[in-house]
């Protein structure tokens, strides 16, 4: 029998809006229409033939979507959803929660023949009283009736009473209420509950605004699926959260709000970031089944770590422990702490090592469980490993990192089949191989990412997701005099200031007058190469090493001196100097376009002997491509 769609599956969806679990759900078979990504997520019309409803898939299913097991005019079966409302629109958006596969694309879109079936009727000979109820009971089989409920009016009083002796403990409600999955939530989404389990949370923090002051603090959420979502308190809900929350433990949390997540700022895996405030319900799930979440892993090869040095970005790594050091002690500079650290060799199989640095407790438990059978070279995959450029390129552990030895995953097979099949005799190299272990230099990976102005200019949609690292050969090629090329900075905290009433400059942000400050650069040049140019944004470090000196020197030579012809020579000098730049490209908004920000975050000298030994690489790669 052909895989067809199920009868009245979108009326079924609308007569149950938010089932209470996925066990209540009837087979609901729909064909997929119309499918396509919309921002980050997969969006298709969900058909029966009759009827047709706007839907969105999970974002766990966007692999599928990719590979084609899902297609358009394919049929999914839907295991469970939520219903919701298109704020300022009468229409409502079907969120897929769980689904799976039925059929590939069929040839045509499935369309039910309601014409025929009302013709066919009109000819038929009436039927029986008992036989057309039998029928009409069979042909609403896949729809759920909720039987009609008889309607007592009751008073304001009576309701209020009745709720405050039938309220029960939020645990309690938690067992009978839905529990929605993370992957499901939305901004516009109504009332919900989660539960998740606490797997990092950071320190209470003070700022101060122009609002005032506060308090703020987040944490990070887990659920069943491994689906996790960053949460933010401020002020009375800091207060009042921060020590009910405990990591490890698990809650059911409710009456929170959600917004798009900022990319610059998030430290997980998800489209949107959750606010708490004090009205929210946080409670622990105690006396009954926990879980354990689901550790979902974005491992990044060793030899592509290079453009997350010095990111905001963490990284998951997977790798053979190739050695082991013993632990060791670091002075903490702030408050002369001693710090555990102990540092591993890890190799993957792009044949390149890394070393990462675990410390605190990851030093002394998991490090000391390492040392102990770094013989065995077990495989360990670590999950938000910062990148720093010490040594070339290194990795740290952070408080929120863990560490697996020998998790059962399809990625540590395949690694440990490579390893013990040709890895343990092949020759290793260090990704921080020729490279300088100081990014003061800015050479650090100055030879690796290497790429043409061109290839970034004509790109536009370089930086959308986040921020690009690349690396460039290239001239200075026009530095403009009239513009402004620097800004008044506090000298404590490098902030802009601003004149102070009477005499002296305000720092906003240390919230004080000082008599003097300093000038930071802030300039904006032209960079040329052997294919195209293009403007970039340089900050006070990098600016330095372009002109040849510092902003305050340069306004000394410009203004007290009145020396204007010395100005301009000072910055013609700086120009069509070759040097290696290290750039971000983002992407900006500017009058409701979208434009492409090339900012240089380190500059270099020219290494002769380097760029030859750079040069002639490239050249063996030409001649043989393999």
């Known amino acids: 029998m052909a895989k067809s769609v199920s009868q009245d599956a979108i009326s079924t969806i609308l007569a149950n809006p938010s089932p209470d679990s996925s066990s209540d759900i ?7 229409l119309d499918l396509k990504l919309t921002g980050n997520r997969y969006t298709f019309n969900a058909s029966d033939g009759k009827m047709k409803l706007r839907a969105i898939f999970p974002s766990n299913m966007s692999s599928e979507i990719i590979t084609g097991s899902v297609q358009n005019k394919g049929l999914v079966r839907i295991l469970d959803y939520t219903l919701n409302d298109i704020p300022n629109k009468s229409e409502k958006y079907l969120i897929v929660t769980k689904c799976e596969v039925v059929s590939p694309a069929l040839e ?4 039910a023949e309601v014409e025929t079936e009302e013709h066919d009727t009109v000819l038929k000979k009436p039927k029986l009283e008992n036989e057309a109820r039998y029928e009409a009971k069979a042909d609403v089989s896949s729809i ?3 039987p009609k409920q008889e309607i007592v009016s009751k008073s304001a009083a009576q309701i209020v009473h009745e709720q405050r002796t039938n309220m029960a403990p939020s645990s309690r409600m938690a067992m009978t209420r839905r ?11 109504g009332n919900w509950m989660i539960k998740v389990r606490l797997t990092s949370k950071g320190n209470m923090r003070t700022y101060k605004n122009a609002r005032g002051e506060g308090c703020v603090f987040n944490v990070e959420l887990t ?10 308190m401020f002020n009375e809900a800091a207060r009042k959260f921060y020590e009910k929350f405990q990591l490890g433990k698990v809650y059911y949390i409710s009456r929170g709000t959600l917004k798009v997540a900022n990319k610059q700022f998030k430290t997980v895996q998800n489209d949107y970031e959750m606010t708490l405030n004090e009205n929210s319900v946080v409670e622990e799930a105690s006396n009954e089944e926990t879980f354990i979440p689901e550790t979902k892993f974005n491992f990044v090869p060793i030899d592509q770590l290079g453009p997350y040095v010095n990111g905001r970005e963490l990284v998951d790594i997977i790798g053979v422990v190739q050695s082991v050091n013993p632990v060791s002690n670091i002075k903490r500079k702030i408050d002369n702490e001693n710090i555990p650290k102990r540092d591993l060799i890890v190799a993957d199989e792009t044949k390149k090592t890394v070393v990462v640095s675990l410390w605190n407790e990851l030093a002394n438990n998991i490090g000391q469980e390492l040392f102990d059978n770094a013989d065995k070279s077990p495989i360990v995959a670590i999950k938000s490993l910062k990148v720093s450029d010490f040594q070339g390129v290194s990795l740290s552990t952070l408080g929120k990192s863990s560490v697996m030895i020998n998790p059962d995953i399809p990625e540590a097979k395949k690694l440990r089949s490579w390893y013990d099949s040709e890895g343990k005799g092949s020759s290793m190299a260090s990704i921080g191989l020729g490279l300088s272990p100081s990014s003061k230099t800015g050479a650090r990976s100055m030879y690796t990412d290497r790429v043409s102005l061109t290839h970034i200019t004509s790109n536009p949609s370089l930086g959308d997701e986040k921020p690009a690292f690349f690396s460039i050969k290239a001239f200075v090629s026009l530095i403009r005099p009239e513009q402004a090329m620097w800004y008044r900075a506090c000298k404590t905290c490098n902030k802009k200031v601003t004149e102070a009433v009477g005499s002296g400059y305000w720092c906003e942000g240390c919230q004080k007058n000082d008599e003097e400050c300093n000038l930071r650069y802030i300039m904006v040049s032209k960079i040329s190469d ?3 140019e293009a403007w970039v944004s340089a900050f006070n470090e990098q600016a330095e090493k372009i002109v040849g000196c510092s902003a305050d020197e ?9 020396d204007i012809d010395g100005y301009q020579q000072k910055l013609k000098e700086a120009t069509w100097v070759p040097h290696l730049f290290k750039v971000s490209v983002t992407q900006n908004e500017y009058n409701n376009e ?9 500059v270099a000298p020219i290494n002769f002997a380097e760029e030859s030994r750079f040069l002639l690489e490239e050249i063996k790669k030409m001649r043989n491509p393999q």
């Not at 434009?595 to 240089?600: A, F």
Request: hydrophobic share 30%.
């Open 594 to 602: 979208k434009r492409q920000r090339i900012t240089v975050r380190a």
């Open 554 to 562: 340069l306004d000394k030579l410009k203004s007290e001196q009145g």
């Open 108 to 111: 045509t879109e499935i369309k």
């Open 223 to 232: 659920d069943e699926d491994g689906t996790q979502i960053q949460a933010t």
């Open 144 to 146: 759920i009736l909720k």
């Open 179 to 189: 529990v929605h999955p993370l992957v499901s939530l939305n901004p516009y989404q």
């Open 530 to 532: 052997t294919r195209g």
């Open 26 to 32: 009837p087979e609901i078979i729909v064909q997929v």
